[in-house]
T-cell receptor
Framework: KQEVTQIPAALSVPEGENLVLNCSFT??????LQWFRQDPGKGLTSLLL?????REQTSGRLNASLDKSSGRSTLYIAASQPGDSATYLC??????????FGAGTQVVVTP | DGGITQSPKYLFRKEGQNVTLSCEQN?????MYWYRQDPGQGLRLIYY???????QKGDIAEGYSVSREKKESFPLTVTSAQKNPTAFYLC????????????FGSGTRLTVV
């Protein structure tokens, strides 16, 4: 069974610093991968969806890479802002379109 | 606006009661999902439905039941058989079997009192 790990579990950075969030998975035979953001007590907001044939996806200050051979995806957030404080979750799709989630990385950006 | 509506936002259940969480969508998505989230853990799949009148168990279906009588609606019942129901419940949709990306509702927080 696919296992998804996100390290670190929590991260605190000063405003302006770049954020690097890691996601690793045990089975490289994945389909797509999606990064989400979750604010406290709220639902999930989709950030980036990387198709299995892609190596990266970009949206504004966000960039996500995917390396299936090493079982890793990395989410980069450039020039962090206090509004980026949230929990970031990565999730992998199986062949049926179901998602397997990591436990998330809780990010705090201090002014 | 297209989206997913989960209600209620907060729900309190007494021991031995069944409660039903509502999930309604107007995105015209075929697939709907229920996830449970506990503090410090990732989301775990309870039930999912790819088409109307059909649904499948996820990883933690025991103590839960669902129905899918309409494309727009996928209610989740937490039965008295669920021994530890206090959690945050999230409903999601996608365009169908495959990898089209998920959309999530805002969640229901269930507490046993």
């Amino acid at each position: 069974k696919q296992e998804v790990t996100q390290i670190p579990a929590a991260l605190s950075v000063p405003e302006g610093e770049n954020l690097v969030l890691n996601c690793s998975f045990t089975d490289s035979a994945i389909y797509n991968l999606q990064w989400f953001r979750q604010d406290p007590g709220k639902g999930l907001t989709s950030l980036l969806l990387i198709q299995s044939s892609q190596r990266e996806q970009t949206s504004g200050r966000l960039n996500a890479s995917l390396d299936k051979s090493s079982g890793r995806s990395t989410l980069y957030i450039a020039a962090s802002q206090p509004g980026d404080s949230a929990t970031y979750l990565c999730a992998l799709y199986d062949s049926w379109g179901k998602l397997q989630f990591g436990a998330g990385t809780q990010v705090v950006v201090t002014p | 606006d297209g989206g997913i509506t989960q209600s209620p936002k907060y729900l309190f259940r007494k021991e031995g009661q069944n409660v039903t969480l509502s999930c309604e969508q107007n995105l015209n998505h075929d697939a709907m999902y229920w996830y449970r989230q506990d503090p410090g853990q990732g989301l775990r799949l309870i039930y999912y439905s790819q088409i109307v009148n059909d649904f499948q168990k996820g990883d933690i279906a025991e103590g839960y039941s669902v129905s899918r009588e309409k494309k727009e609606s996928f209610p989740l019942t937490v039965t008295s058989a669920q021994k530890n129901p206090t959690a945050f419940y999230l409903c999601a949709t996608s365009r169908g079997q495959g990898n089209y990306g998920y959309t999530f509702g805002s969640g229901t927080r269930l507490t046993v009192v």
